[in-house]
């Protein structure tokens, strides 16, 4: 686990995304944590998140981290960055993000409750269809429907495994 802004590389690439979204995309540094040829990169936020927050975002990063030791490091980066298209149709790195955030969601069950849950949807609807990830998934619909069945699939009730409860 490394510091982003500690690395001349994430920073070029925090430059290179504002470029390519037209300013969409200004937080990649300051807040999105990024698994990157077997390292996790951490935003300055990483040291105010709580040990709960914590634990629900490495469980997101611990899939992409064996995406890559299913894909390898170049298949994996090919996914992510081309089919179909880079920008605005990222089917790729869609389903990459999908699997991520179907384990955030779970995650999120398990420690704070269904509803704490639901109230991801906004915000991952957000990312996909928005510039956060170059509008990769550009039809809200679809992502509202991979969402309803990710939450059916949730147990019914989940009383927290950290602590917290629904």
């Known amino acids: 686990m490394r510091r982003k802004r500690d690395s001349s ?90 699997e991520a955030y179907a384990e955030t969601i779970r995650a999120t069950a398990e420690v704070y409750g269904a509803a704490a849950a639901e109230g991801l949807r906004a915000g991952i609807v957000a990312r996909f269809v928005g510039p956060a990830y170059a509008w990769m998934w550009p039809f809200p619909r679809a992502v509202h429907r991979w969402f309803d069945e990710v939450m059916r699939a949730l147990p019914r009730e989940r009383s927290g495994r950290l602590g917290a409860s629904a």
């Open 9 to 98: 590389f994430q920073r070029a690439i925090h430059v290179a995304l504002a470029v390519l979204t037209l300013g969409g995309q200004r937080e990649y540094l300051t807040r999105y944590h990024t698994v990157l040829f077997g390292t996790l990169w951490v935003p300055d936020t990483w040291e105010s998140l709580a040990d709960a927050d914590r634990y629900v975002l490495l469980r997101h990063e611990r899939v992409h981290l064996r995406q890559r030791r299913r894909l390898g490091d170049v298949l994996l980066a090919f996914v992510y960055l081309v089919p179909f298209f880079p920008i605005a149709l990222a089917y790729g790195r869609a389903r990459l993000e999908w």
